[in-house]
């Protein structure tokens, strides 16, 4: 209703100004460089009109063109994504199927479709990969580094390539640039630490540990097992110079990480105090770290505090010692050991009853073995017997040995 009485008002109005231009026509005169109109005011108006209408129709027409062309390129850049598309995802098939020149030909024509698409970089990498181009591969890596959002897998990738070839200079760099992300990836840390840690550089190592991301990235217990560790090599390396103060030093910084009970760091204490000539002072936290896990490296360490004892104090220092867990197989490995040193041959004989039956560990069985054999030989001069006891400590101890060298990552680190 409301539209039909403006139409109304509308076309009144026009014949309201026609009638008035017919009865009221009055004259128009236009001059310009020599030429002359004369005509009347409702014949200019029409003119105006009708050139207004032939303006508005050439605009539309353009528009519509306009609008065909940009329809038709719309199209066609439909047509080129969907083509890169498949491209893209028959290529990720030729690499999962091992096809490696269909994979190379269809990450160019994908990169060829799809322009700079992370996808197509990625299949680059890939493609690269399974042909064996290391240059290919870290060409494609390089390349995703100018894209924010493919810059840490570029960075991990051209990181783990350096690895490989055994730069370890650029790993790290690559690695380096990768942790300081606002939001840095847990293979960062994990290729930092590790290559800290390879090649001994145990004050970077605990730097990185340090870090808010490096304590997110572990268990609160794997945390402090791997800072304690750390210390330990610190104290070890600085022990191995003759700095026994530091040794110290660090030791006891392992000890307060992981507790006073962490065998690998009372041993570090326990040396550097020995190596400084106050080993009584180690002595009790040997003797706490025994009570909760008797291990023959405590031992070890425990026999270093006290220089130039005799055989027989050593022998009742260590069943002083073993009291905390008389029945545990160290303990009685322990005293069987120093009784032998001390030729108590009773004693020692008591305590290696039963080390080698079946229920004990081939670790175990084999040192208990040994020492009967030592036994045999030295109290008897039986050396069939000590014969027979040295094959069955030599097919425990084959079962048992393992290479003895230093952690190579963190993972190593913490198992140790």
Same mark, same amino acid.
């Given at each position: 209703?409301?539209?039909?009485?403006?139409?109304?008002?509308?076309?009144?109005?026009?014949?309201?100004?026609?009638?008035?231009?017919?009865?009221?026509?009055?004259?128009?005169?236009?001059?310009?460089?020599?030429?002359?109109?004369?005509?009347?005011?409702?014949?200019?108006?029409?003119?105006?009109?009708?050139?207004?209408?032939?303006?508005? *129709?050439?605009?539309?027409?353009?528009?519509? $063109?306009?609008?065909?062309?940009?329809?038709? %390129?719309?199209?066609?850049?439909?047509?080129?994504?969907?083509?890169?598309?498949?491209?893209?995802? +028959?290529?990720?098939?030729?690499?999962?199927?091992?096809?490696?020149? &269909?994979?190379?030909?269809?990450?160019?024509?994908?990169?060829?479709?799809?322009?700079?698409?992370? !996808?197509?970089?990625?299949?680059?990498?890939?493609?690269?990969?399974? +042909?064996? +181009?290391?240059?290919?591969?870290?060409?494609?890596?390089?390349?995703? *580094?100018?894209?924010?959002?493919?810059?840490?897998?570029?960075?991990?990738?051209?990181?783990?390539?350096?690895?490989?070839?055994?730069?370890?200079? &650029?790993?790290?760099? #690559?690695?380096?640039?990768?942790?300081?992300?606002?939001?840095?990836?847990?293979?960062?840390?994990?290729?930092l630490l590790d290559l800290d840690i390879a090649?001994?550089?145990?004050?970077?190592?605990?730097?990185?540990?340090?870090?808010?991301?490096?304590?997110?990235? #572990?268990?609160?217990?794997?945390?402090?097992?791997?800072?304690?560790?750390?210390?330990?090599?610190?104290?070890?390396? /600085?022990?191995?110079?003759?700095? @026994?103060?530091?040794?110290?030093?660090?030791?006891?910084?392992?000890?307060?990480?992981?507790?006073?009970?962490?065998?690998?760091?009372?041993?570090?204490? %326990?040396?550097?105090?020995?190596?400084?000539?106050?080993?009584?002072?180690?002595?009790?936290?040997?003797?706490?770290?025994?009570?909760?896990?008797?291990?023959?490296?405590?031992? @070890?360490?425990?026999?270093?505090?006290?220089?130039?004892e005799t055989a027989i104090a050593w022998a009742?220092?260590?069943?002083?010692?073993?009291?905390?867990?008389?029945?545990?197989?160290? &303990?009685? $490995?322990?005293?069987?050991?120093?009784?032998?040193?001390?030729?108590?041959?009773?004693? !020692?004989?008591?305590?290696?009853?039963?080390?080698?039956?079946?229920?004990?560990?081939?670790?175990?069985?084999?040192?208990?073995?040994?020492?009967?054999?030592?036994?045999?030989?030295?109290?008897?001069?039986?050396?069939?017997?000590?014969?027979?006891? $040295?094959?069955?400590?030599?097919?425990?101890?084959?079962?048992?040995?393992?290479?003895?060298?230093?952690?190579?990552?963190?993972?190593?680190?913490? /198992?140790?």
């Amino acid at each position: 209703m409301g539209r039909l009485l403006l139409y109304v008002l509308g076309v009144a109005a026009l014949v309201a100004a026609a009638v008035w231009l017919a009865n009221d026509p009055g004259a128009v005169h236009l001059a310009w460089r020599g030429w002359r109109v004369d005509t009347s005011v409702g014949v200019l108006v029409a003119a105006l009109i009708v050139i207004m209408g032939l303006i508005f *129709l050439v605009i539309r027409l353009a528009g519509s $063109l306009g609008a065909a062309m940009r329809a038709l %390129a719309a199209k066609r850049r439909e047509r080129r994504q969907h083509r890169g598309l498949m491209s893209l995802g +028959d290529g990720f098939a030729a690499v999962m199927a091992g096809q490696r020149s &269909s994979a190379r030909k269809l990450a160019r024509e994908a990169g060829h479709l799809l322009k700079d698409n992370s !996808a197509v970089l990625i299949l680059r990498k890939e493609a690269a990969a399974l +042909d064996g +181009d290391v240059q290919g591969v870290d060409a494609a890596a390089r390349d995703m *580094l100018l894209r924010p959002e493919t810059e840490l897998a570029g960075l991990r990738t051209l990181a783990t390539s350096a690895l490989a070839a055994g730069d370890v200079v &650029s790993a790290a760099d #690559y690695a380096r640039r990768a942790w300081t992300r606002r939001d840095p990836p847990a293979w960062a840390l994990a290729m930092l630490l590790d290559l800290d840690i390879a090649r001994e550089r145990w004050d970077d190592a605990l730097a990185l540990i340090g870090s808010k991301a490096a304590r997110q990235a #572990y268990t609160p217990v794997q945390h402090a097992q791997l800072k304690s560790n750390i210390y330990v090599r610190i104290s070890a390396m /600085a022990l191995a110079h003759r700095n @026994t103060t530091e040794a110290a030093i660090a030791a006891k910084r392992a000890m307060g990480v992981s507790g006073p009970a962490s065998r690998a760091a009372v041993v570090a204490f %326990a040396n550097a105090m020995a190596a400084q000539g106050k080993g009584a002072k180690a002595a009790s936290a040997v003797e706490r770290a025994w009570t909760d896990a008797p291990h023959a490296d405590l031992l @070890t360490a425990y026999r270093g505090l006290v220089l130039g004892e005799t055989a027989i104090a050593w022998a009742q220092r260590v069943e002083a010692l073993a009291k905390a867990a008389p029945d545990h197989p160290e &303990s009685r $490995l322990a005293v069987a050991a120093a009784a032998l040193s001390a030729e108590l041959w009773g004693q !020692a004989r008591n305590r290696l009853s039963g080390l080698t039956a079946q229920n004990m560990s081939p670790d175990v069985r084999a040192r208990a073995a040994r020492m009967l054999a030592e036994l045999e030989s030295r109290q008897r001069g039986d050396a069939d017997a000590a014969a027979d006891w $040295l094959k069955v400590a030599l097919e425990f101890h084959d079962a048992t040995a393992r290479e003895i060298r230093p952690p190579r990552n963190a993972a190593e680190l913490l /198992a140790g």
